[in-house]
């Protein structure tokens, strides 16, 4: 996938992205070298993402964005 990471917009709509790694479990650091798809998002941290965003950005969603085929995502 390529432009901007689709959960930028949500997160900066809501919070800063420092509040929204913070309520994530992860380091704002880790948040936006996901956000830039340069690091890979770990299971735990899609779930907690999910759960964030009302199911707005799923778990398969998130690893899809990083290029993970839906079929093992799920």
Same mark, same amino acid.
């Given at each position: !996938?390529?432009?901007?990471?689709?959960?930028?917009?949500?997160?900066?709509?809501? !919070?800063?992205?420092?509040?929204?790694?913070?309520?994530?479990? *992860?380091?704002?650091?880790?948040?936006?070298? +996901?956000?830039?798809?340069?690091?890979?998002?770990?299971?735990?941290? #899609? +779930?907690?993402?999910?759960?964030? *965003?009302?199911?707005?950005? *799923?778990?398969?969603?998130?690893?899809?964005?990083?290029? +993970?085929? #839906?079929?093992? #995502?799920?």
């Amino acid at each position: !996938m390529q432009g901007p990471h689709p959960l930028i917009a949500w997160i900066d709509e809501r !919070m800063s992205r420092r509040d929204f790694a913070g309520q994530a479990g *992860t380091s704002e650091s880790h948040l936006s070298l +996901v956000l830039q798809r340069k690091a890979g998002i770990s299971l735990k941290l #899609a +779930v907690r993402i999910e759960e964030l *965003t009302g199911g707005e950005f *799923t778990a398969a969603r998130l690893f899809q964005e990083q290029g +993970v085929p #839906a079929e093992a #995502a799920e």
